[in-house]
Structures are given as C-alpha cells and as structure tokens.
C-alpha cells in the first residue's frame, strides 16, 4: 500500500471533501469553501513528475478503477512508471507553496456553540452536531461559488456528539440524553421533515448495518436496530437536479421496530479466545462486520447474518495481528479502515497496518460515500490539514 500525502497548513477544526470543493472548519466555527480540484491543478503545476497522478490520486479515484487504468498495468514500462512516480511521490508530504493564492469563500454561520462536535455533509446540506444542540445549513454546491441558502436552523436541543446519514434520515447520537432520528428530511414523501424522534435511551455513535442500523451506548455495546423503508420513484427531473435521487430510492421510515442486544453474539469469541467483557476497549461495525479491539492489544471480527424475523447470527470469526494501542475512532474507506489512536492514524488493509499520519489529530474524516474520493482521508492537526490518497499497488497490478 502507497500513501501520497498533501498538507495545507493552517489553523483548523475540521475538513472534508465534497462535490469538488474542500470544506474547511475555522477555530471561530466559520465554513471555508475551496475549490479542491483547483488546489490539486496548482500541485501538478507545481511539480511536473506528478502530471495527471495527482488527479488519479485525490480527484478522480474512480478513473482509478476503471479498464482504462488497469489496462495500463499490462504494458511493462508504463506500469513501472507509474509505480516509480507514485513511490517518489510518497517519500515526502507535499505542501502548497505560500506564493499561491486559495481564495476560498468564506461564510461565518453565528451558530450560538462553544464547539462544534461533527459535521455531516448529505445531499448537499451540512449537518452540524454541537454542544448547544444539531443545526442545518443548505448549501448550493453546483454553482461556480457554493452559495449558502439561508441561515442555519436549529434542529434540536440536545447535545449532538455525532451523526450518521443515509436513506434519506439523519442519526443523531445525544450522550445520555439518548438516540434521535429525524426522517424524509428532503420532503419526498410529503412527511414533516422537522419532526425528531427518540429511538433509544443512550448513544454516542451510530453505525449502518446494510440498511438496518447499530446503536452503540457506549464503545463496546452495540444494538441492532432494525429500520423499515419506503421505495420511493423520484422523476427525472429529481434525479437529474439532485444528487441524492442519483443513489438512493429508499427512505427510511422507522428505526427500532425490531431491537436486539449483541452482547450474546461476542460469547463464540469469549470461549474461543479466552477474553472478556473487561477486555475489550472497542467495537466497531463495517456493515455485516463486527470488529474487536482488546486493551492487551489483541484484534479480532465477527461477521454477522441477519435474516428478516430473526435476530443476527455469527456467520464467521476471525483472528488478527493488533497494535498495541488505544483506539480512539474507526472509519471506513475503499482501502480498509481507518483507525485513529492516541498519537497517530493507521490503515487496517488485507490483514495488515498502514501508518497514515504519526500525529495526534483533531478530526478524521473518510469518503465512503463518494463516487471520486473513496480512498481520501483528510486528517486535521494543530499544524494544518493532511489530505492523504491511499493506492494500493499490488490489488492494480493483479486485476490488470
């Protein structure tokens, strides 16, 4: 596995990717809008060896799975081209020059809050989780300069630790305070998008499990909340003016008809590994998979079935070489996962680990849902933002 890393220094909070432009968080909680595929043109300008790679890279990772590129593979010198500017590139983090100018839009959003705790941008709106409750902004992102659509709106009073979007839904994770679940918020089926609804007592994260949903009360306790939808048909004109319509023809409708505690399913692996509930430090799910973290270090997955009636089953476990480390936050990506711990960020990749950043970080943010930027991790430091692409040699090579 490769890493090429770029790194925007800066005083920051927070950053993500969407949409061609890279979302910034300011330490006074204003949004910074920057033309993201013009930061990378500048790059490219910047060093010449790395033409059209850095688009590969951090703008177009889907050009980086199609027959175009892996038919490249097949031609010797090209292929070992590619891998010799790709592992220079790697060696060292590239930084923009001071000289060029960014000039991003700023907006300042005068959310009332003393920190913002997440945000989750969905369908073209940003989600902002903060100590004095969850606001909403909309924002047009199709235009040249992302123009912001009125004032952000105060969803809800309580404390919003994180949150989790699909469907349609947004999961609110509230502390103690519980978990709520807002649905339909783009209004497709005539429901008071609104309205937010209490599905659980306790919730600091939230997890998609396919299209059924895993409440964690605390990071080893998980509960399956099973979710019942609507098939929606949206008209052409939806699907041609709003990104989401392009994915998504289910809308969650309720979450919680069916509940089930998961700690029965972690009895296989208390008997076959000798562990114990006062041993693990961490659980985190990849849709059908569990993942284990043990405080001596230890690594260890559970996939899980669930069939309609019934509640999960163990289809498999498995055991893996851990890092003896204290997990703070999971994250998917097209790469593996995403692991942030006390003092740097790993990749967990085809039963190995990656070092991404050896830093300790104030946020981390992956792409799952993007169609261009699924292997980007964007980590943000006291220093300035690291936006890393992850490129993964060997599995190029073998599917050319």
């Known amino acids: 596995m490769k890493t090429v890393t770029i790194f925007l220094p800066g005083v920051f909070e927070d950053a993500c990717i969407y949409m061609g432009r890279l979302l910034v968080i300011t330490a006074e909680w204003n949004f910074q809008f920057y033309n993201y ?34 038919a490249l593979a097949k031609n010797e010198d090209i292929r070992n081209a590619i891998l010799n500017n790709i592992d220079e590139l790697s060696r060292t983090t590239i930084e923009l020059n001071s000289s060029q100018k960014l000039d991003p839009k700023v907006y300042k959003l005068g ?19 903060a100590d004095t409750g969850l606001y909403h902004v909309d924002f047009n992102w199709m235009s040249d300069s992302v123009e912001m ?3 952000p709106q105060k969803r809800h009073d309580a404390k919003s630790i994180s ?9 609110v994770s509230s502390g103690d305070e519980g978990l709520f679940c807002a649905f339909d918020e783009f209004g497709r089926a005539n429901s008071n998008r609104n309205s937010i609804k209490k599905i659980d007592n306790k919730s600091i994260r939230t997890s998609w499990f396919n299209t059924d949903l895993l409440n964690y009360s605390t990071s080893t306790s998980p ?4 979710g019942s939808y609507e098939r929606i048909d949206y008209s052409g004109s939806d699907r041609k003016s709003n990104p989401l319509f392009k994915r998504e023809s289910n809308l969650l409708r309720e979450l919680g008809t069916e509940k089930y505690e998961l700690d029965y399913l972690f ?16 659980v985190y799910n990849s849709n059908g998979t569990m993942f284990i973290y043990t405080f001596e270090g230890n690594f260890y997955s559970i996939g899980i079935q669930k069939s309609e009636g019934e509640r999960p089953r163990v289809r498999f476990t498995k055991t893996y070489k851990g890092e003896n480390t204290r997990i703070l936050s999971v994250h998917p990506s097209k790469n593996g996962l995403i692991i942030e711990t006390n003092d740097r960020i790993l990749l967990f990749a085809n039963d190995k680990w990656h070092k991404i950043l050896d830093s300790e970080v104030l946020s981390v943010r992956t792409h799952m849902k993007s169609k261009r930027y699924q292997n980007i991790v964007v980590n943000t430091t006291e220093e300035g933002i690291y936006i890393t692409s992850m490129f993964n040699e060997n599995e190029w ?4």
């Open 397 to 400: 090579i073998k599917s050319s």
């Open 163 to 171: 949150m989790s979007t699909k469907y349609g839904s947004i999961n």
């Open 223 to 226: 509960t399956f909340l099973c």
């Open 149 to 151: 659509l009125g004032k």
């Open 267 to 282: 009895t296989i692996l208390y008997e076959k590994e000798s562990i114990g509930d006062q041993t693990i430090q961490y």
């Open 111 to 129: 959310i009332p809050a003393y920190v913002f705790l997440d945000v989750e941008v969905y369908n073209q709106r940003v989600y902002i989780g």
């Open 37 to 70: 595929e013009q930061i990378i043109q500048k790059l490219e300008n910047q060093s010449p060896r790395s033409q059209s790679l850095l688009t590969y890279l951090f703008t177009r990772n889907d050009w980086l799975a199609s027959n175009q590129f892996k």
